[in-house]
């Protein structure tokens, strides 16, 4: 069966049903998140979906999979609020790619005719790009649409749990290494720090001896931050030159076109 972009959108709007088993530790996160909001946590107008693209044409749609496992019994107890093996699946995309290449980036990918909705297309993408059995996956909530107007792509963050964590791979030449990160990693003030170029800034994590930064860095603080999980990190520190940080990184990004797609942007251009 093919479904219209249109029906595609109007699912943004609907949340799916919430399991009866949602783990104590995330269910506050997950009745905040289903409010869909999280353009209040972003703080960047340029991330807001325009009718048109800087060419005039209309956004192309696309959803993600942001994918949270970690222990279902836990339960928070003093300034524990998530479990020991809490993870976050992430993956870094090829340097090869023709776009956002040697970023790291949540799966997912563009809308498809067979996708009735946002939570379809996340899944069947995360499946394809990592091997993951969507059998495993609880989706819990449909964020509103966030715009990158470098390659004129409305993401949808769709959040799930990972009720049945299994082994992930690379499973498409579009990735390059794939992996559920720790959650602890992800809150320590030591990996945190603030990436710029021009009149861009943004946060930015080091994973692994790379670079997390753009649209997923900007995403993953704002849900840091609505799930009550964020710990201070000097949001005051002055920022790494992001070309600086992203040389000595393990990315590998196009650097070129990367500086080029900033120029093109100019002063009103939002974070790759």
């Known amino acids: 069966m093919s479904y219209t972009q249109q029906q595609w959108m109007e699912q943004i709007q609907q949340q799916p049903p919430l399991p009866a088993e949602v783990p104590v530790w995330l269910r506050d996160f997950v009745l905040e998140a289903r409010s869909g909001r999280i353009h209040d946590l972003l703080d ?18 696309s959803a993600v999979l942001v994918l949270i496992g970690g222990d279902s019994l836990f339960v928070p107890q003093g300034e524990k609020l998530f479990p020991e093996d809490a993870t976050l699946l992430l993956t870094h995309r090829a340097p090869s790619m023709r776009t956002h290449s040697g970023q790291m980036a949540f799966p997912g990918g563009g809308r498809e005719d067979q996708d009735p909705s946002p939570i379809h297309t996340a899944i069947r993408e995360a499946q394809e790009e990592t091997g993951l059995d969507p059998d495993g996956v609880q989706p819990l909530a449909v964020l509103e649409p966030i715009y990158i107007d470098r390659t004129n792509f409305a993401v949808v963050p769709v959040l799930a749990y990972w009720k049945d964590p299994m082994k992930v791979y690379p499973a498409t030449p579009e990735n390059d290494w794939v992996a559920p990160v720790p959650l602890s990693h992800l809150v320590d003030p030591a990996q945190r720090y603030w990436v710029s170029f021009m009149q861009w800034r943004g946060p930015a994590f080091d994973v692994e001896g790379m670079v997390l930064w753009g649209f997923t860095g900007s995403v993953i603080t704002a849900l840091l931050q609505r799930a009550g999980w ?4 000097g949001e005051d520190q002055e920022p790494i030159e992001l070309f600086a940080a992203l040389k000595r990184s393990a990315n590998k990004e196009a650097l070129q076109e990367l500086a080029e797609g900033f120029t093109e942007a100019g002063e009103e251009g939002g974070a790759p």
Do not use: F, L, M, N
């Not at 991330?47 to 956004?59: A, C, D, L, M, Q």
């Not at 964020?230 to 990190?233: H, Y």
């Open 230 to 233: 964020e710990q201070p990190w």
């Open 44 to 61: 960047d107008h340029s991330r807001r979906v325009p009718e048109k693209g800087p060419e005039g044409t209309p956004p192309r749609y």
